[in-house]
Nanobody, 124 residues
Framework: QVQLVESGGGPAQTGGSLRLSCAAS????????MGWFRQAPGKEREFVAA????????YYADSVKGRFTISRDNAKNTVYLQMNSLKPEDTAVYYC?????????????????WGQGTQVTVSS
């Protein structure tokens, strides 16, 4: 069992930056693929970024490529999402997720554990 707790959300201006963190419990964190998803009001939850267990492979949604960076620190059981050049369309609740299968995935059904989410609001 893995428990995930996100932090770092909040208000931001267009063009600004935020860094989200996701702290995981459990001794097997380093074996999980980790992902970030987001859900805007009235929309389905969508994939943002994912990182392999080692951190050697990453994958991004086209909408955030070049602006967001996912990273992890297995010694701290934490995964991060650095968000730069924020846009109003980035406004959403951001969720951290863990996937037992060791291949990066982009669909919500492929992830086994989820955090409660953290709100990011970008104003123009």
């Amino acid at each position: 069992q893995v428990q995930l707790v996100e932090s770092g959300g909040g208000p931001a201006q267009t063009g600004g930056s935020l860094r989200l963190s996701c702290a995981a419990s459990g001794r097997t964190f380093s074996s999980y693929v980790m992902g970030w998803f987001r859900q805007a009001p009235g929309k389905e939850r969508e994939f943002v970024a994912a990182i392999s267990w080692s951190g050697g492979s990453t994958y991004y949604a086209d909408s955030v490529k070049g602006r967001f960076t996912i990273s992890r620190d297995n010694a701290k059981n934490t995964v991060y999402l650095q968000m730069n050049s924020l846009k109003p369309e980035d406004t959403a609740v951001y969720y951290c997720a863990a996937r037992k299968l060791g291949i990066i995935g982009t669909i919500t059904k492929g992830y086994d554990y989820w955090g409660q989410g953290t709100q990011v609001t970008v104003s123009s």
